[in-house]
């Protein structure tokens, strides 16, 4: 069920204690992909799941701007703090549980919001607010996984899968020519970079070439499964805290 | 132009300095009208703008849950606090200031946002981030706006032009038998009521059965061209802020 | 009772749960009427409410500084930021409730704090803190209230009536010649204009001319009996929170 | 002049750049006196200093209510926190500062306000905002400055000095039974009490009946002369930041 | 016991709910004396006090940066705001009193921290998350106390005995060239200056000469002493709030 | 250069722009290593890297309490929320760049810290104040890092090189027996737990019996090393933003 569509008297019907927040980020993804990549990936993911999934699942609006201040070099780009998303999200889940949707699977398509959910998920589940859990849908869709850029393979095959008029085809050439092989600037295992802009130059990295429809179909299938089973997870977990020790 | 499927090489081309920020609300709107009324309104008075002035607009994802507590007895109802929300609307608006996009229309669709976004607006307008200023469209609808209520027969009307299947026809009878007729209880020009489950038993204020498909084009024509006027006077007013008298 | 005077003894002998807390601002009201107008104002109103009413009413003192920078173009006017003014209202009078006066009118003399008094209501209101609603006099003073400008003839008459030393006669001419005709300045029922020196030239809006010391004489009772009704109203309310709809 | 009866006329024609902020609190000052003590005592000395002096000084209104929680067990005492506190200060002084009142002495009446009005005077200083420094005037008597308590022998003589009607001259004698001889319970120098309560009955600690209106006519002077003098060495001084060494 | 050294099952097994926690400073301590002295003193103060006290005492870390802010002119010297100062040992304590170290006495060694932690001992009292009591181990040696300067006898006699290798000796007649005679510059008993650098040459107060090894060792004996006093009065103290009054 | 023995006018008299800023936490590591294993083990890895470096670097007192509410169920394990942390660690470095130390590495051995010293570094170096990059030793000791758990091989291995006498080596069994396998509890990529207690009995996760000291020698080795390299890295830097794109 999604809220946009949904009355309050539908939700009063429902009887789950399940939610999914989308969580995207509008940003710059190179010259050939929207900046609602995020935004549209996570919303999609999310929307798969609640109907895969066998339980009665809330879908709440998705949050459209996120942690990505850095790729503020690139026009378009938009962020906010890391402070004020935490809070954003907090109390958007925070308004739900007030409601019984306390077990909550924040869909996650933005890299740079996954170090500020885990705070918020951590915060809402130690205060007995709500048990809410990330999930950012490129790190469970198996060996492909490993091939996450930034504009690159992993996301223009999704978009290429569910909106394929946004993919810009006849930019994909200069998209790959301008792109970074790999994120950041690593010396002994720390990031000397803080802004995509220092390492590449058209805030792409990974070939996007490599980001068919079929390939994106494939993404699509995996990432709602794992979702699904996240939720499955999610709904059974016993959330009381542990005892103090000694 | 929209953010969500443009790419930043797009709105790099772009000449302008002004962008629309739609602001809505996912919270009740009785038992005939969606959780998502006030995002969708506000979204779609955005775009119509954004087709109908003849000058170039970038169209900022909306924002869709904004300050609501208001209706938090009402199932589904979400909301973050009055600080998180101005927080939130101000860096999403300073974000896109830093690329240019600085004469900004915040395009509201919720009557609880509009402290806050006044407040914001003058804050990011007195720092000289941005020049911003709040547009809530049911005030800016003629003698309609007299009419406005909750779930009534405005936003009744607009959904019904705009996504028709949004407003259940059958629940119309009882929406109209559990609404209240005005907003708030009053003594001496004080509200003595915060939340509107005081003072509405299923939400509504306003009778949603005058709430036609026809009147919802009336009120889009009427909105979307009070819009258009309003970007035209933020384009062109000068922005420096007055001299210390004396 | 007013606590300047009183002593603690005094309050704990005192059996009400009633307090008025004034709220002004120091502020510029045009060449002619002194910075404290506001101050002035809020609290000789709920003055005369104490002693008007039949209740037991405690009289906190007045907050001197409110949401002003509106004005901050002009000499001498003080203010702090709107979040910092909630707070400090807030937590005053969430000292009051400490000590049982739990039901608070706060008596406001000045349009830039309205917003700010609602959300501070709001707040204690729905955490149970206190139930506290906010009066702004020239708001509940009958068709008079439709003449209310800045500077202008409601509060040159009230004023006139209470302190006449204050107002300068010699200079209510160059009041007049300077003065707007209406506060902002709007398009699509949006205000363009953060700054009263936008629009002012001399600070005032509204004719101060039109502001007899009879006309003080007859704003003062109007807004005196307002005021003792809504303590009556507060003093009589369930403030009990509705359940949870559904 | 006084802010109050001032226009901003009066205030762009007076060249200063001197101000003083008297601040209080209301709190319970024992069975005798009353809870707005530390209000009139800063307030009165403000104006006899801005009266005597040779200098131009505005006087800013009177911040009401200020860090009292260590009174919070008796009726009527009000507080904010700290930092709420601070903020308020800090903005209301540099709100002067933005007219060119930016040498500012704060005039202190309530010794649970030291800390917080050195760390706001700091602050202000430091980022070059405005020169602010407190001054608390039973710190300044003299010899009489040892026989401070609460409510005791300076505080008690004042008042007779100032508002004779405010001491309750029939209560001294229970004032003094239930008083404390001193502030506080103390081992190895530290102070293990947070709450008056902790260590007095009735609020008061030393002996009121030792408060004269005589007594109270030289405090007055002695308190009116230091803070003349103080206004001058903060006229005069260099408030430039020193260089940094090495 | 030390929690540096000790294992969670150690602290498990010992039966107290005593603390010390040590909070210093790293700044400058003039030519002579290095950057860590408020640490090493506070620190030691600690570590004797839990060694010849018969009760069971944790010792917390040492918190090695504070309210320093006023020697920011000379190379070397850290701080943080008073702000995020008490956050830090706020909500340090809070976790010790977790899991029941609720009484705690925090031992510091620098003067600029003295106002901030009382602050944060009354907030964790009031709230009853812990009772915690700010000692400074120079306001503790008897008649030293009076010779208290900034680099002056007191320290360096301490760190004399502590750490003699600390001490520069032969940069003590340069220290003692430069030294100011006493801390800040007075007008009417307010403080003029805000930084060190304003009243002191090379940051030194008081005679560093005076400061013998010897001497350290009473001082050392007076202030552990005196700690072991205040651990045990804290140890036994009724903790609980006073009743409200009348 | 340490701060800790160091006079300001020896930092003065030192010619270098770069610091070392160790951070632990404490916390629980299993019954067989002490809470202060992360303090520890950071401390020791940024004087080693100080002295093996050809360069000149400052390294600043040891930052002793971190991120580490996941362990708040073990005794003795202490914490501040990660916004404290952020500010804290923020305003420390803030206060070394005021000097000219701007190019800051910032050691750490807590998992738990990361993400916050990422978030505080971005903040340091896109707002110009200083550059600064975390370094986490364990992941930067070749193949070793994959052994990482918590209390485990590692952890164990370097303190048993360190300070042989804090590795409880009677203990060793137990802490093995009560061992987790690894972090967390994971479902699709996502950890569904927030405390280390939900999936470790003891607190330990990874084989402490595979903490030799020989092991020790290779990671103290290989981690000082990298902190080498890495201080080259940093030290030679063009830490200029990038320019805006398009």
Redesign the interface.
Same mark, same amino acid.
């Given at each position: 069920m999604?809220? &946009?569509? *949904?009355?309050?008297?539908?939700?009063?019907?429902c009887e789950t204690d399940l939610a999914l927040v989308p969580v995207g980020s509008?940003e710059?993804?190179?010259?050939?992909?929207?900046?609602?990549t995020d $935004?549209?990936t996570a919303e999609t993911i999310a929307d798969a799941a609640t109907e895969r999934s066998d339980r009665e699942i $809330?879908r709440?609006?998705?949050? =459209?701007?996120g942690v990505a !201040? !850095?790729h &503020?070099?690139? =026009?378009?780009?938009?962020?906010?703090?890391?402070?004020?998303?935490r809070?954003?999200v907090h109390?958007?889940i925070a308004?739900?549980a007030?409601?019984g949707l306390d077990r909550v699977?924040i869909v996650n398509g933005h890299g740079g919001n996954v170090?500020a959910l885990? !705070?918020v998920?951590?915060r809402l589940?130690?205060d007995g607010t709500a048990y809410a859990?990330?999930?950012?849908w490129f790190?469970?869709v198996g060996d492909h996984?490993s091939d996450m850029g930034h504009g690159g393979p992993l996301e223009t095959a999704l978009l290429a899968h569910l909106e394929p008029d946004?993919v810009?085809e006849d930019?994909l050439e200069e998209a790959r020519a301008g792109a970074a092989d790999g994120w950041g600037e690593w010396?002994?295992? *720390?990031?000397?970079a803080?802004?995509s *802009? !220092?390492f590449t130059e058209? /805030?792409v990295v990974g070939d996007p070439g490599e980001g068919s429809a079929d390939r994106g179909a494939e993404l699509y299938d995996l990432a709602t499964d794992?979702?699904v @089973?996240?939720v499955d997870? $999610?709904a059974e @977990?016993d959330v009381s805290?542990?005892?103090? @020790? /000694?």
């Open positions: 999604k809220l &946009r569509s *949904a009355t309050w008297t539908d939700v009063a019907d509008t710059q993804h190179g010259p050939h992909a929207p900046l609602g $935004v549209i $809330v709440a609006p998705t949050i =459209p701007i !201040e !850095e &503020r070099q690139f =026009p378009g780009t938009m962020w906010v703090s890391a402070e004020t998303f809070n954003y109390e958007s308004s739900l007030s409601h699977v170090a885990r !705070e998920g951590a589940t130690r859990v990330p999930f950012t790190d469970a996984s946004l810009r930019r010396v002994s295992h *720390a990031n000397l803080y802004d *802009a !220092e058209n /805030g794992a979702l @089973r996240l997870a $999610v @977990r805290r542990p005892d103090q @020790r /000694g």
